[in-house]
C-alpha cells in the first residue's frame, strides 16, 4: 500500500477529531439557552402562522409570550382552552371573558348605489385607488371584491347573496386576519352570543345616506328611543350598540324604517310592531287625558 495515502488518511483523520473537538467546545461556550416553556407555548397555538396577533408567525407569537410582551390570548385562533394551557405554562391565572367574533358592520352589497362598473382587479385594496375608491357611492361601503375572505385561513368568512362580506361566526377564530385586510375598516369583533347587530358604518347625515344604500342606517334615533335597556345610541349619525347592557330584545331591529339592524324582522313582526307601539301610544294618551279630566274636575 501507498504510504502517501496512509499519511494522508491519518492527517484528515486527526484534522477532523481536532476540529470537532474544536465545534464540540464552541457549541458549549456560545450555546444559547432556550427556556423550556417556549415549545410548550408554541404547542398551544393554532401553528396557522396566520400573524393575526401581530407577531412573525407563531414562534414569534411564543416568544412574545414567553417575554410579557403578548397577553396568553394573543393567537386568538387557538382558543381559550389552549389559553388556559399556556396560562398554566406561565404560572398564571387562566383568562376569563366570552369568545369574540368578527362582524361586517355593512350590508350594503346589491343595496348599495354603484357610480359605475368596476373592471379592475378584485381586490378591495386595488379599488380604493380607483377614482379614489368611488365605484360604490357609499365610502363607508363593502366592495364585495373578498380581499378578507381571501386573508382568512378558517373559511369563516365569504361574500354573501347580497354582494357584501358575511362572517361564518361557528367557524371564525377572531384572528384578525379579515379586520387588517379590509381597507374601510368595516370589520369589528363582537361577542359570540349576540344576535343584535347596526349592519351600516355610515357616518354621513340622513339625506346623503339615502342616495347611496337602501339599507343604511339614517341615524333617526328610532332604535334608541325604542331600547329599554339604554343600549343602543346614535354617534356620528349611526346607531352603536352597547353589548354590555344588550338583553337581545331585537326591538331596535323591529323599530328600525331602513332595516339596517340584524337580525331583520319579517314584515308580519313589523306590523305586529307597529301595532304594539300604537296601541301603547293610545293607552298612554288615554291614561293622561283622564289624569287631566280628574284634575279638573277636582
Do not use: W
Not at 412574545?64 to 394551557?85: D, F, M, Q, W, Y
Request: positive net charge.
Amino acid at each position: 500500500m501507498d504510504m502517501n495515502i496512509v499519511y494522508a488518511v491519518i492527517v484528515l483523520g486527526v484534522l477532523a477529531l481536532v476540529f470537532g473537538l474544536i465545534l464540540a467546545i464552541a457549541s458549549k461556550v456560545f450555546e444559547v439557552k432556550v427556556d423550556p416553556r417556549l415549545p410548550e407555548i408554541q404547542n398551544c397555538l393554532a401553528g396557522a402562522n396566520c400573524g393575526g396577533c401581530g407577531f412573525p408567525g407563531c414562534g414569534g407569537c411564543a416568544e412574545a409570550i414567553l417575554a410579557g410582551k403578548a397577553p396568553v390570548t394573543a393567537c386568538a385562533p387557538a382558543g381559550p382552552e389552549n389559553a388556559a394551557k399556556i396560562a398554566a405554562i406561565m404560572g398564571m391565572e387562566a383568562p376569563s371573558g366570552e369568545k369574540m367574533v368578527a362582524h361586517v358592520l355593512c350590508n350594503g352589497g346589491n343595496n348599495a348605489t354603484k357610480n359605475f362598473e368596476y373592471r379592475g382587479v378584485k381586490d378591495c385594496l386595488a379599488a380604493t385607488k380607483v377614482c379614489g375608491g368611488d365605484a360604490v357611492a357609499c365610502k363607508y361601503g363593502c366592495f364585495g371584491f373578498g380581499s378578507c375572505v381571501a386573508a382568512c385561513k378558517f373559511d369563516a368568512i365569504h361574500i354573501g347573496e347580497n354582494g357584501a362580506a358575511v362572517v361564518d361566526k361557528e367557524k371564525c377564530t377572531n384572528c384578525g386576519a379579515c379586520r387588517e385586510a379590509c381597507p374601510r375598516k368595516l370589520i369589528v369583533e363582537v361577542p359570540y352570543s349576540k344576535k343584535v347587530f347596526v349592519n351600516c358604518s355610515n357616518k354621513d347625515k340622513g339625506p346623503a345616506v339615502t342616495k347611496v344604500c337602501a339599507a343604511s342606517c339614517i341615524g333617526c334615533g328610532m332604535c334608541e328611543r325604542t331600547c329599554k335597556f339604554d343600549a343602543i345610541h346614535v354617534e356620528n349619525n349611526v346607531a352603536v350598540i352597547d353589548y354590555d347592557k344588550c338583553k337581545g330584545c331585537t326591538m331596535c331591529a323591529k323599530a328600525c324604517p331602513r332595516n339596517a339592524i340584524e337580525p331583520i324582522p319579517t314584515a308580519e313582526e313589523k306590523e305586529k310592531f307597529k301595532a304594539a307601539q300604537k296601541a301603547a301610544a293610545e293607552k298612554k294618551a288615554a291614561a293622561a287625558k283622564a289624569a287631566a279630566e280628574a284634575a279638573k274636575a277636582e
